[in-house]
């Protein structure tokens, strides 16, 4: 059974640093990984995925790595700024439960950017 | 091309009544998954339907939830005699019948409270 991770559940930093948010999963036989931010009270807004054959995949300020032997991926942001405080959430798709199915959710990393 | 839309966004019901929760997915998507988000636990998959027939149930529980997909109108979450224990927010998701990424794109979620 997929099981996905990340720590810590909150991290709070100023304006202006790069930071790195951790996921890990339990089995790497994947199809691809998303990365998801969440506003309070507000849906999923999908940041990147990255395909299991793909290393990391870059939009913006964000960059996202895929490690799938070891079953790590990262989000890195850089500069980060007040807008970027939400949660960020990782999931990913498992092949044993067939390509186009279910995402395994971690339960997400609450960001704080302080001005 | 309008988003994943699921009405309503808040629902408010009494306990034992029914709640219908409906997501009409993006145009040409032909597969709708539904997430329920307990307040403070990640997003779980529920349920993975393609037109007229549900693929995957297995994270339904086992009474007074239904779903349907039907060939014309909207997917339909059903919950009969709601409890407390059923409030959360529920996510609607939906991908393209063919697709390289597997990517599938979330509602806004709509917000039962059961009183």
């Known amino acids: 059974k997929q099981e996905v991770t990340q720590i810590p559940a909150a991290l709070s930093v100023p304006e202006g640093e790069n930071l790195v948010l951790n996921c890990s999963f339990t089995?790497?036989?994947?199809?691809?990984l998303q990365w998801f931010r969440q506003d309070p009270g507000k849906g999923l807004t999908s940041l990147l995925l990255?395909?299991?054959?793909?290393r990391e995949q870059t939009s913006g300020r964000l960059n996202a790595s895929l490690d799938k032997s070891s079953g790590r991926s990262t989000l890195y942001i850089a500069a980060s700024q007040p807008g970027d405080s939400a949660t960020y959430l990782c999931a990913v798709v498992s092949i044993n439960t067939g390509a186009n199915s279910k995402l395994t959710f971690g339960k997400g990393i609450t960001l704080s950017v302080r001005p | 091309n309008a988003g994943v839309m699921q009405n309503p966004r808040h629902l408010v019901r009494r306990r034992g009544q029914e709640a219908r929760l409906r997501c009409s997915p993006m145009k040409g998507h032909s597969h709708v998954y539904w997430y329920r988000q307990l307040p403070e636990e990640g997003l779980k998959f529920m349920v993975y339907l393609q037109k007229e027939n549900i693929i995957d149930e297995s994270g339904m529980p086992k009474e007074r939830f239904s779903a349907e997909f039907p060939k014309e109108g909207p997917s339909i979450l059903r919950i009969q005699q709601v409890v407390r224990g059923d409030s959360a927010a529920y996510f609607c998701?939906?991908?393209?019948?063919?697709?390289?990424?597997?990517?599938?794109?979330f509602g806004p979620g709509t917000r039962l409270t059961v009183t």
């Open positions: 998701a939906s991908s393209p019948q063919t697709s390289s990424s597997y990517e599938q794109y």
């Open positions: 089995d790497s036989a994947i199809y691809n």
């Open positions: 990255i395909q299991s054959s793909q």
